[in-house]
Structures are given as C-alpha cells and as structure tokens.
C-alpha cells in the first residue's frame, strides 16, 4: 500500500480545482456543481466551500445518484441501492462541473451523464475528479485533476474522506507495484 495524497495534498487540491473551476467560467454564473454519490458529492461540498471563500457568493451544488444508470447493474448486484438525487435547481442552461473522486475507465461518468441529461439540456458539462488513474475505456477525459497517478490495472486506487469513510483525507494505491 502506497500513499499517494494526504490530508494536507487533498485540501490543497480541492482548494486549487475550485480556482481552476473559477477561472475557466470566468466566475461562477450560471455554473453549479454535482456530486456523484457518495465521494462525489462530499467533494462537491467542498469544492462549494472553497468556492464560496475565494468569491464570497455560494454556488449551487446538488448530488447526483447514478445507480440505475450504470451498465453492470446486474453484475454489481442483484438488489442494488438507489439513493435519492439531491438537485433542486434546473440544470438547463447551466454550465454543470459533475465531480467524482477517481477518474478510471470512464463508465462512471458515461452514467452520471446519462442520469444528468434526464433531468435537463445543461450548456455544457465540465469533470472536476480528485484522482485521474488512465486505463480508460471510453473516450472521457477531466476538465480538472487533482493528481494523475498511472497505476496497473489490478492495483485499487481508495480515497479516504473524514465526511463518508473512517479516517483522516488519504488517497492510496493498495496492490501490485506502485
């Protein structure tokens, strides 16, 4: 097992994507952020925090469930848990950053598009991930990294956040060489 980041290097991370988010949309007008459940959504959360010091001005933020979306539904489980999806705000028209913590074959995202686009036609979709890893296996790429970190296909990537797992903020690679 391998420290990749901790708690001081996810901060500092989620601080410098939230201005990254801030510049490339010249503000936050018409942008507002969704998790994915459930790291997502607590990196969400923070990305809105940080945001909302550096300009003063809160940012909408939801949570976005993408469990029926997924296309190894049957393969992950029989009775798969939905939980609910958190947006009370229209997302037509906005400029949506969708934020995951790790970023691997891209199916996640492929998902949590397909469960947006449902609720509304947003002007344009940005990805904010903690983690990009590679191994890609569908033509997605993050608009905002926190760290690239190359890894074989058979190590596991685990983010750690104080907010849904026990611990303090880590990110590690468990298996194989790092």
Do not use: W
Not at 49 to 65: H, N, P, S
Not at 104 to 114: E, F, M, N, S, V
Request: with cysteine; net charge negative.
């Amino acid at each position: 097992m391998s420290v990749i980041m901790d708690q001081e290097q996810v901060r500092r991370a989620v601080t410098r994507i939230a201005h990254e988010i801030l510049e490339r949309n010249k503000g936050i007008e018409d942008v507002c952020l969704v998790g994915i459940r459930t790291r997502g959504a607590v990196l969400a959360e923070r990305l809105r925090k940080a945001i909302c010091e550096i300009e003063g001005v809160d940012i909408r933020t939801g949570v976005l469930d993408i469990n029926l979306y997924r296309d190894d539904l049957s393969i992950v489980s029989q009775q798969p848990v939905i939980r609910e999806t958190l947006i009370d705000f229209d997302v037509t028209d906005m400029k949506v950053v969708l934020v995951d913590d790790v970023l691997y074959t891209g199916r996640t995202i492929r998902a949590a598009l397909d469960a947006l686009v449902d609720l509304g036609r947003p002007a344009c979709i940005q990805l904010a991930v903690l983690v990009d890893r590679g191994h890609r296996e569908l033509p997605i790429r993050a608009d905002f990294v926190g760290k690239n970190i190359p890894t074989a296909k058979e190590q596991k990537v685990k983010v750690v956040l104080t907010e849904s797992d026990q611990g303090a903020d880590s990110v590690v690679v468990q298996g194989g060489e790092a």
